[in-house]
């Protein structure tokens, strides 16, 4: 079942998304048990301000997320020099975070830890394609960095991973 040699770093969105709509455990138990093999054998890791974002509020998934043994990635040097790396390489990069409303802060992160570990990011966030826009998101870095990226959906496709459903 699971992928040999690929690597994902999910977006905080995969997870809280998934735990409040569509994937909850009291439902979809299969779901988490499959995130945290897939953890166990480092097939997927968080970045340490993802874990941040999430466990800062105490609840279900928080505690989830605490036990579940998924690797954290902490900021380091070489990650810190793929952030300097995406900022110089497009001004335009800068505005993937909203200073105003302290939101999107750990995106940059996201996709240098990608960069450092030569991942695929997971991320709910879709690109913008107005060319008015000031918005940038995690898709648009990613393409202009030569990043993959994909949603969970395909996530869930490319690691052939099925759900078993009944009813109790």
């Not at 992160?109 to 394609?129: D, F, G, L, S």
Request: proline share 5%.
């Amino acid at each position: 079942m699971i992928n040999p040699g690929k690597v994902y770093c999910l977006d905080a969105n995969v997870l809280i998304q998934a735990w409040q709509k569509y994937y909850n455990p009291t439902f979809c138990p299969d779901y988490w048990d499959i995130l945290i093999q897939l953890g166990l054998s480092n097939n997927i890791f968080i970045p340490e301000l993802v874990y941040d974002e999430i466990t800062r509020t105490e609840d279900e998934l928080s505690s989830w997320l605490k036990s579940s043994k998924i690797p954290v990635h902490k900021i380091s040097e070489p990650v810190t020099e793929c952030l300097k790396k995406i900022y110089s390489h497009n001004p335009t990069h800068i505005n993937l975070v909203d200073n105003t409303k302290n939101r999107s802060i750990a995106d940059p992160w996201i996709i240098a830890h990608a960069i450092n570990q030569n991942a695929t990011v997971v991320t709910k966030e879709e690109k913008i394609t107005a060319s008015n826009s000031t918005k940038i998101k995690i898709p648009n870095v990613c393409e202009n960095m030569g990043v993959r990226w994909i949603n969970d959906f395909h996530f869930v496709q490319e690691q052939k991973i099925k759900f078993n459903c009944k009813i109790i």
